[in-house]
């Protein structure tokens, strides 16, 4: 999106790197060089003067837009842009597990998972959105493409020597895969289906528990580790390591490259994404909440989907996602598909969380089904504090 300030005047022009500059200066009276009226054919100090006097304000014009724009990453006061400065190196994918993890199995975890995110990141390019002939276990009409997605980590899980069971948010029944194994996987192999034939960004998401905690009877916080990644016009994965949360991004030649490391979500925000809004019609907390968020003039950030919902936070450094239930509109979020495996994300990231209703982390719910569901409120701590205060029913 291009920022007003950019567009404010016909007398700017777009540098190639990509800031507001003052157009040519025209030459001066008393240099030796007159400026002519085009209109009428005149040249003399009248002219050069309107001239002179339009290119200062131009000047000044563009002087309070570049201004504008250093405070706001070149775009309007309501944008967050990117602070990444670019690198002369960026580690690879094996330099920082060499580093960052130190569990050789969950390594090789790792670097299987993201093998299957290539195939998925691949597949979405070349296969058009479709009904599928099958349903879910949910009686839901698949797409090709979940089905297609779901099928490459299914394959996964079946010829990995370290999974030893697994469960799909598409037939959500575990199911053991390989009695050597070490690790529980549990999968949304392709969130946001009711977006992806706008080609807008999905992701999938993975929450890896071990065999000796197991699933049923686990917490999020029994979690060994969690993926997410995010397929928009990058392939962008988001992995809780040893010491933080790290971004890897697919570069040329299907190579991971380190774009972030150690991610950090600040306590307060400026971003909201308010999803399940058909709750506020009856919860008063929750549409006291909304109108709080447009009165304070927060920026809305919401598309309707997971995974860009909650990831923006890891980029902009902030945010905050809600998704708080009512009788006519109860929860729909998966906790060992989807709340858990981001949960642990943003709380390594510093940010904070509540299952919507007692208050706590979703992190310390007990897992008692697979398909268990749970109201969710994620990111900047400040913002989900706020959450529990104007929104749970006391």
Request: glycine share 8%; aromatic share 8%; charged share 20%.
């Amino acid at each position: 999106m291009i920022g007003a300030a950019v567009l404010a005047s016909p007398l700017t022009f777009i540098a190639p790197g990509g800031s507001p500059q003052a157009a040519p200066r025209a030459a001066l009276p008393g240099t030796g060089t007159e400026t002519r009226n085009t209109k009428s054919g005149v040249a003399g100090p009248t002219a050069a003067l309107v001239a002179t006097a339009g290119l200062a304000a131009a000047g000044r014009r563009c002087t309070r837009q570049q201004r504008r724009a250093d405070e706001a990453y070149g775009a309007s006061h309501t944008s967050f842009y990117t602070d990444a400065v670019a690198k002369d190196k960026y580690d690879t994918l094996e330099e920082v597990l060499a580093d960052k993890l130190k569990d050789e199995k969950l390594k090789g975890m790792v670097n299987e998972l993201l093998d299957a995110c290539v195939k998925i990141t691949e597949a979405l390019r070349v296969n058009l959105v479709t009904v599928n002939d099958a349903s879910n276990a949910f009686g839901d009409r698949q797409l090709t493409v979940d089905v297609i997605a779901d099928n490459l980590l299914w394959d996964l899980a079946k010829s990995s020597k370290y999974v030893y069971e697994a469960s799909s948010e598409e037939e959500p029944e575990i199911v053991q895969t390989n009695g050597d194994g070490q690790y529980v996987l549990c999968w949304d192999p392709l969130d946001g289906s009711s977006i992806v034939d706008n080609n807008w960004a999905v992701g999938t998401i993975v929450g890896v528990w071990d065999k000796s905690t197991g699933l049923i009877g686990a917490t999020g916080r029994d979690q060994v580790m969690s993926l997410v990644a995010l397929y928009g016009p990058r392939t962008t994965v988001f992995i809780t390591l040893d010491d933080g949360v790290y971004e890897f991004t697919l570069g040329d030649g299907n190579k991971w490259i380190c774009s972030r490391d150690k991610i950090q979500i600040k306590p307060e925000c400026k971003i909201f994404a308010p999803a399940n809004m058909r709750a506020a019609q009856e919860v008063d907390g929750y549409n006291n909440l909304i109108n709080h968020y447009m009165t304070n003039k927060f920026t809305l950030r919401y598309t309707g989907g997971l995974v860009p919902d909650v990831c923006q936070q890891f980029t902009k450094g902030q945010g905050v996602f809600t998704n708080p239930t009512s009788k006519a509109s109860p929860a729909k979020l998966r906790l060992a598909f989807e709340a858990a495996p981001f949960g642990r994300l943003v709380e390594m990231s510093g940010g904070k969380t509540s299952d919507g209703v007692s208050g706590n982390s979703v992190l310390d719910m007990k897992i008692t089904a697979v398909d268990q569901r749970t109201a969710l409120a994620i990111g900047s701590a400040q913002e989900v504090q706020r959450f529990n205060e104007m929104v749970l029913q006391k």
